[in-house]
């Protein structure tokens, strides 16, 4: 579908333009972040923002290339090489999908997005985790224990609207070869719509990003867009030169990070008749698919699983159960906020931990470049917690409802932590409880679980007249006409009651008090079936 430039709304179906018109009106008079706003449903797509992470390394062998590399410099070109080949994926992946930039999904707390690669490179993992909701913070880990290499970092995102929506991605990524000694630090590039007012909404990066690494080189990268006038959609320049030595350019950069790019030796006025030392292109580098496990063996934290009904909805364009099923999601997530509030308990993170003090690799790295870490915009720094990987098992997040955390699964042949998702057969004890209910108003026959909750009172609405001792109590009144027993008159009142005579079974009056958790009992009891039997998963998973 072209671009019609000819009128506002061009790119939006006739049934959604007045939507649209209304969207584009609030945004533009809206003070504040922008991710307080609820979008028209229509403009939002199947993707959560945990999902992104994984943008990283869906070319693992270009991931993996550095460390083999023996010359730091060229290792430090292969590094750059690397992190302009994810930002296609990054940052144009849903144009590609839908013909128009889609509004993301907005992970809710705890929201988990695990999976890994296999290919030529091996196998490599990921773990993402909304370690904040307020504000909304994703962090994530990356790793190839056979090329020793890993990735970390976190990212929130601010979005404020000037002629058209900018938004400006606080946060870092670190690369570490752990077997070199070697770091690399990564910022994170700031980005605007284009082409709102038309219905066809596409990204471009602003400004300049670097990656600054331990071995004393810097690269610097430079976004330009396409201009008014002139220019090409996407279009970047970059450059690599040691700490210190701006002018001396080593390797020089320049291309589309949507399409392509030449790397060469040197650059400034000699750039024309530098040597072309490697190159990158989408069209002919194909993707390598990220494996997550199947539906239903996922926990119930796991964005494929949480967001299913919602994804469901937006693909069959079914906007209100859309907007349903959203609503349902986003309701059951402030009543866990309420109760962690009235119980005095911060929501504990499954696979990352906040650092107490300052991170002094990410000093070091960002001196040359004058980078701020700015943690009072992200809840704090994220870092990967190798202790809590390495006894994590479904259900994830169980020990933050149920009390203490579960026995995990015993992992057979496990050699090193992280182990997740590894292909070798899994058996999990039978004590290990049902996992908790994450949303427990999100499937919607557990709407219906109230009325039959109350059905076991039935029964014992016959049981009340057939009890021979509720007749014979009257003859108690007989006992205050002893003059001795002043308060014995009282007693009478008792069997007019109606609740009196059930005393004995307590257990009927205790369920329409506690109808949230019987909602929740019936998520975890269809669930419990897992939680017993040995299953097995050997990477025959879904790929995204």
């Not at 940052?91 to 590609?96: E, F, G, I, L």
């Not at 670190?174 to 590039?189: G, H, M, N, R, V």
């Not at 109760?339 to 040359?368: C, H, I, N, S, Y």
Request: aromatic share 8%; hydrophobic share 30%; net charge negative.
């Amino acid at each position: 579908m072209s671009l019609d430039s000819k009128g506002e709304g061009a790119g939006v179906s006739p049934q959604n333009k007045g939507s649209w018109s209304s969207f584009l009106k609030s945004i533009a008079s809206f003070n504040g972040d922008l991710h307080s706003m609820t979008a028209p449903p229509f403009i939002l797509g199947t993707t959560s923002l945990t999902e992104f992470s994984a943008y990283w390394t869906e070319h693992p062998s270009v991931f993996v290339s550095p460390t083999s590399e023996p010359d730091p410099a060229k290792r430090s070109m292969l590094v750059l090489k690397w992190f302009l080949s994810t930002l296609k994926q990054q940052y144009s992946s849903r144009s590609d999908k839908y013909g128009t930039e889609k509004k993301p999904l907005n992970p809710f707390l705890g929201e988990l997005y695990l999976g890994k690669w296999e290919d030529a490179a091996g196998e490599t993992r990921l773990v993402s985790e909304q370690v904040s909701h307020h504000p909304p913070v994703t962090a994530y880990c990356i790793w190839n224990d056979k090329h020793g290499i890993k990735l970390e970092g976190y990212n929130a995102q601010k979005a404020s609207f000037s002629r058209t929506i900018h938004i400006k991605q606080v946060g870092h990524a670190l690369l570490t070869f752990p077997k070199l000694d070697e770091s690399y630090l990564i910022t994170i590039p700031a980005l605007h719509i284009e082409g709102l007012i038309y219905g066809k909404p596409f990204v471009e990066l602003n400004n300049c990003t670097y990656i600054s690494s331990s071995t004393g080189f810097v690269s610097k990268i430079d976004y330009s867009g396409k201009g008014w006038l002139s220019g090409k959609k996407n279009s970047f320049t970059a450059s690599m030169y040691a700490v210190g030595k701006e002018k001396e350019i080593l390797y020089s950069v320049e291309g589309q990070w949507t399409d392509g790019f030449v790397i060469k030796e040197g650059g400034g006025k000699k750039l024309g008749h530098s040597t072309e030392v490697d190159s990158f292109s989408h069209s002919s580098s194909p993707k390598t698919d990220l494996i997550i496990p199947p539906l239903e063996s996922q926990d119930s934290y796991e964005t494929k699983k949480a967001w299913a009904p919602v994804a469901r909805a937006i693909s069959k364009g079914d906007m209100d159960t859309t907007s349903n099923e959203k609503s349902k999601i986003e309701n059951a997530q402030r009543e866990l906020r309420k109760k962690e509030q009235a119980e005095g308990r911060e929501w504990e993170r499954r696979f990352f931990t906040r650092l107490p003090g300052a991170d002094k690799v990410f000093e070091t790295l960002a001196k040359p470049i004058g980078e701020k870490i700015e943690a009072e915009k992200t809840g704090g720094v994220w870092r990967f917690d190798e202790a809590k990987a390495r006894d994590a098992c479904p259900p994830y997040h169980a020990h933050q409802s149920n009390g203490p955390a579960a026995p995990c699964a015993t992992i057979a042949g496990a050699k090193s932590a992280p182990t997740i998702f590894p292909s070798i057969t899994i058996f999990v004890t039978p004590d290990v409880p049902d996992e908790p209910p994450l949303l427990p108003m999100m499937l919607p026959e557990e709407e219906e679980r109230p009325p039959e909750d109350e059905e076991p009172e039935e029964p014992r609405e016959p049981e009340l007249p057939l009890e021979p001792e509720e007749p014979e109590e009257p003859e108690e009144p007989e006992e205050p006409e002893e003059p001795e027993e002043p308060e014995e008159p009282e007693e009478p009142e008792l069997p007019l009651d109606p609740e009196e005579p059930p005393e004995e079974p307590e257990e009927p009056e205790d369920p329409p008090e506690e109808d949230p958790p019987l909602l929740e009992l019936g998520f975890s009891t269809r669930l419990s079936a897992r939680g017993s039997r040995l299953f097995e998963w050997k990477g025959a998973a879904e790929a995204r």
